[in-house]
């Protein structure tokens, strides 16, 4: 073997061992990629959360203050998931696109219209309307994913 060919042997050796044990770690990462939930399933599942709570516990007003946070992370969230986009409007193009994206941004507008109502109503103790404005939301919920997902 010659110095030349010696050193192009090592070389590749060096390359072997640098690659085969990151080969596993790099494959992990990208399942975890395309594991993760987009930042849009992320807040509504936020949302999902907040409300399971709500149904519990608008019935209690010994609970208000708790519904109160509840209802607060709930309007982060959707005003979060307002300004995102979705894959029935990226798979759009043109004006149409431009119409689903204001067809899905009005309609969250009337779901935080409806949140920021139902702390008006906590925040004057009246949790029968709070209830009432509970089952508005579950309304959004149904139209928005109905219009707007594959699943509606
Ligand atoms: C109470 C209100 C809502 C709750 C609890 C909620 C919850 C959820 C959940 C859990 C998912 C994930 C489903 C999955 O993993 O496949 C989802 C997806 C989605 N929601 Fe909502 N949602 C609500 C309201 C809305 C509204 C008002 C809109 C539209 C204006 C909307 C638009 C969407 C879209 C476009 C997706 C699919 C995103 C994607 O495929 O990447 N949601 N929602």
């Known amino acids: 073997m010659t110095l030349r060919s010696a050193t192009l042997f090592a070389l590749a050796l060096t390359a ?13 990462r990208q399942l975890e990629t395309v594991d993760d939930d987009s930042p849009l399933l ?5 949302i999902e959360g907040q409300l399971k ?5 608008l019935k209690k007003p010994e609970e ?10 709930m309007q982060r969230a959707a005003v979060a998931c307002k300004a995102m986009s979705f894959p029935m409007a ?11 994206l204001k067809g899905y941004k009005l309609e969250m507008i009337g779901m ?12 004057n103790d009246d949790n ?13 919920e149904d139209s928005g ?3 707007f997902t594959d699943e509606g």
């Open 128 to 140: 029968d309307k709070a209830r009432e404005l509970y089952k508005t939301i579950k309304g959004f």
């Open 64 to 73: 208000n203050a708790n519904s109160l946070k509840a209802i607060q992370e």
């Open 112 to 123: 935080i219209e409806t949140i920021l109502s139902m702390e008006r109503a906590l925040l």
């Open 145 to 147: 994913h109905e219009k």
């Open 42 to 46: 992320q807040e509504m599942d936020v």
């Open 90 to 100: 990226e798979a759009a193009e043109g004006e149409a696109k431009a119409e689903i």
């Open 16 to 28: 072997l061992f640098i690659t085969l044990p990151t080969t596993p770690v790099e494959a992990a």
């Open 53 to 57: 709570l709500l149904r519990r516990n």
